[in-house]
């Protein structure tokens, strides 16, 4: 498209947002409706070295800024792990393990001559699906992001609630089975050991026999998810366990925050006829009836463009 006509489409203020996974980069160019303009996805590459990383993100800023040919006010970055997003530095990663206090917000800036914001990958993603996805027009949305693990997002009156240190939204660790099965946290029992990836080999491990072989293949929960379409009853319990156990943390959710819209999102998204029957009955069995009555649960309308999206509109904020 000419860059004349797409200064013509585009709405309000563009930002980049970028969603920094532990192999892939994707990044996109950003207007104030949510619409991406121009995209790109790279591998992060074999040098995982801070100073290689932010070279890397530069260069997809860059040819971004190229690409688009108008001028971007501001960068959002997501990425997973311990953040202290006032100094726009990563204190600890899970796809890093190497980094300590690097501060990759401030580094970027420097390199690309922009503001860079940083925050955390799953409330990007939830912020997203609450401002352009499935949660459009409500101003109160609380998201799950399913995927290895379970995050989440809270959003009151339009903006991310970020908490008193940043953290909130660790929807993953409300425990739904008391002295239940420990959790990397330190607590047992939490929503991430029976819901996500983990939760789901989990329940493959607990079933036992030639479940339980399965549990540690790469693509366990994609055959779990064909086998239980395909009729499989003990693997259609694991699904349902996962809806209880969701089920119960949006009641805690609704009952704490009077929310009005939930958005499911992340990989296991698309599994959610698998567990949804499970996830309503145990909700409404265990919400008040005039609070639940309002509240939709819907999946993810932004797929794998939900980092970025929100974390590009979150910024411009
Ligand atoms: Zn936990």
Redesign the pocket.
Known sequence: MAKRDLGARVSGTLTIGIDLGGTRVKAGVVDAAGAIVARRVEAVGADKDGAAVVARLAGVITGLQQECGLPVAAVGLAAAGVLDRARGVICESPNFPAWRDLALGRHLEAAVGLPVSLDNDANAVIYGEARAGAGRGAVNVVGFTLGTGVGGGIVLDGRLWRGTRGMAGEL??ITVVPEGRP?????RG????YAGAVGLRQGLRDAGGDLARMADAPDAPERMAAQARAGNSRLRDIFDVMGDALGQAIATVVHTLDVQRIVLAGGLAPTADLFMPALTATFHARTFRSMAQGVRVLTGELGEDAGVVGAAIGCAR
């Open positions: 993953g660790h959790c990397g946290c330190g607590n939490c929503l991430e050991q």
